[in-house]
């Protein structure tokens, strides 16, 4: 327990930390004293810039980062499956899609793009179930599936994208643009959505824990195992459509993550939870700071480092359960 304790402590005190250094990092600067008093009096208008730009990009890393890991909790959870997440698997291009062509489509309803999003991102959880069964879900052919779907969806994301430019037709960049140019109205949106989801999914941990089990001695204690699997699945596939919607596909966070934090803080969903919430925000916002910083004034997309970060490690867990399943 002391153990937990510190754990969180450190990555609360990570996110503090990564948090000032980013704000006070960039082409505008301003010191973590100026910062605060800027933010006070406002009467700097360094700080202000900062606040109206910079801030928010932060802050929806943070929640990005949050929704993408609880989401990758749940949906392995429900899967039983250790490479499942909504990047890998489809879910968030599917999102990513029907978004992008809602907002560009019918702009006044920005804040309910996430709804658009969540059905697109429930299609592709519905085709990498429905194709991937097979008397059982096995760990390969899922992420063979999934990694099939996501490229589906890709590529009708970028042909829809070409289909509106051929037109002139505007398209919404916020829809497809990564971690730039947000502004406090996607804070609102990620924010509103984000946590709501996250509460939801801390108080269905207990069936998080129980679905571990076999179904049959879930079932005898008490659970109803198809609904809360279609319960579970429903809240992580909102919780990555939000992300997608706001902060676009951003792979292998629902990967990383909840690996690291089952190594840390255990198996418990009670803990895992909001341990990988916080990992999870610390890490994207790190991305970020890093790919914002390291050859300004251009840019590496937090998707990217993602990507470069998340693709070793998917090989090496390919293989490991290669093993496990005895076929090496």
């Not at 997608?244 to 939870?273: C, E, K, M, Q, T």
């Not at 700071?289 to 867990?317: D, H, Q, Y």
Request: include cysteine; glycine fraction near 8%.
């Amino acid at each position: 327990m002391k153990k937990t304790w510190i754990s969180f402590l450190i990555v609360i005190f990570l996110i503090v930390a990564v948090f000032i250094y980013s704000a006070v990092t960039g082409s505008i600067k301003a010191g973590p004293i100026e910062l605060i008093k800027g933010l006070i009096t406002g009467r700097s208008e360094q700080v202000e810039i900062i606040k109206d730009l910079r801030f928010p990009r932060m802050f929806v890393s943070l929640f990005s980062g949050a929704a993408l890991s609880v989401s990758g909790v749940l949906l392995q959870s429900v899967m039983r499956n250790p490479l499942a997440d909504a990047g890998v698997i489809g879910i968030s291009s599917g999102a990513s899609l029907l978004s992008l062509m809602a907002v560009t489509a019918l702009p006044q309803f920005y804040f309910y793009t996430p709804i658009f999003a969540f059905l697109g991102g429930a299609l592709a959880c519905f085709l990498v179930y429905s194709l991937s069964w097979k008397a059982g879900l096995s760990p390969l052919r899922l992420i063979l599936t999934g990694i099939a779907i996501n490229a589906m969806f890709t590529g009708l994301t970028e042909a829809f994208v070409s289909i509106c430019s051929y037109f002139n037709i505007t398209i919404n960049q916020s829809a497809v643009s990564n971690l730039t140019m947000k502004t406090w109205s996607d804070v609102h949106l990620i924010a509103v959505y984000g946590i709501v989801c996250i509460a939801v999914a801390l108080c269905l941990s207990s069936w998080c824990n129980i679905l571990a089990l076999q179904d049959k001695t879930a079932k005898n204690l008490g659970i109803q195992v198809a609904k809360a699997r279609i319960v579970i699945s429903v809240i992580a596939v909102l919780l990555a459509a939000v992300t997608a919607a706001v902060a676009g596909v951003i792979s292998f966070v629902g990967l990383l993550i909840p690996h690291i934090a089952r190594r840390v803080v255990g198996s418990d969903h009670r803990v895992l939870l909001p341990f990988s919430a916080l990992a999870g925000a610390l890490l994207i916002l790190t991305a970020d700071t890093i790919g914002r910083t390291l050859v300004a004034p251009n840019e590496i997309p937090a998707s990217t480092i993602m990507a470069v970060i998340g693709g070793p490690f998917l090989i090496v867990l390919l293989r490991r359960s290669d093993r496990i399943n005895g076929n090496e």
